[in-house]
């Protein structure tokens, strides 16, 4: 089982739509993957036509069993749910002393080939058990200044980890929100190149259609076809995964 955090310490940079549209790739691929709601928004949930649910506080907080907890969003796509209730869960699980490997431990009976994480904009509790749980990350990253800040910051999240001896790796930085059209995106996806050479993935184009989806609860494998530019780049982010390309 490998696990991945989809993280960076930048809200609004497209964390849920790659999360999401990565574990569906890699489900229709026929890897049976479980896709895990870390943000208190619980956007994950509408990208799959679902409603958000307190499944993750339920598993971490020891009220119900995994197994009853996961819904099968698709076929081979398994969904934990989060909602408001996850922000209770940061609170509360301050009381548990030091859990940073309490949500590893809760996703060990998983019998799976992935786990996404879906993590949330900041760097809290949720996310240090994120990166606890996680052997890889893909950062997403909008090609405008304090996104690739937070690509610098998350990398520095990674080296903090793995001094505190835990392995975690950068798999991908991923560029979203690309416009062609603005010297902003083509400065800032310079920037990235130059800074983080071939972790840096082609970039995934601004589109309306990528932005209404969430709206009828389909994945971008579902509504758009598969030699569009969006599509391509979310399956260059899914060879990357699979097999280092």
């Not at 574990?23 to 870390?38: E, F, N, P, S």
Request: net charge negative; with cysteine.
């Amino acid at each position: 089982m490998r696990t991945l955090a989809i993280a960076n310490q930048k809200g609004g940079v497209g964390k849920t739509t790659t999360a999401v549209t990565l574990a569906a790739d890699l489900a229709r691929k026929g890897y049976i993957t479980v896709l895990c709601d870390l943000d208190a928004q619980g956007n994950a949930a509408a990208c799959l036509g679902l409603s958000p649910a307190p499944a993750l506080r339920k598993l971490l907080m020891g009220m119900a069993r995994l197994e009853d907890l996961l819904i099968e969003a698709r076929p081979g796509l398994w969904f934990l749910a989060g909602d408001v209730t996850t922000a209770r869960l940061k609170i509360e699980l301050l009381a548990e002393g030091d859990p940073k490997t309490l949500l590893a431990r809760a996703l060990e009976p998983l019998e799976c080939d992935f786990v996404v994480l879906d993590c949330g904009p900041s760097r809290d509790l949720l996310h240090d058990l994120a990166h606890h749980a996680a052997g890889e990350v893909v950062i997403p990253t909008a090609c405008d200044f304090l996104a690739v800040a937070g690509v610098g910051q998350e990398m520095e999240t990674l080296k903090i980890v793995r001094q505190d001896g835990h392995p975690i790796e950068a798999r991908a930085v991923l560029p979203t929100f690309w416009d062609s059209q603005t010297i902003e995106s083509r400065t800032n996806l310079q920037a990235l190149a130059d800074a983080f050479g071939p972790l840096v993935l082609p970039a995934v184009p601004r589109t309306t259609r990528l932005r209404e989806l969430p709206a009828i609860g389909q994945t971008v494998w579902e509504r758009l076809p598969e030699d569009s530019p969006v599509c391509e780049a979310y399956a260059r982010l899914t060879r990357r995964v699979l097999d280092g390309q």
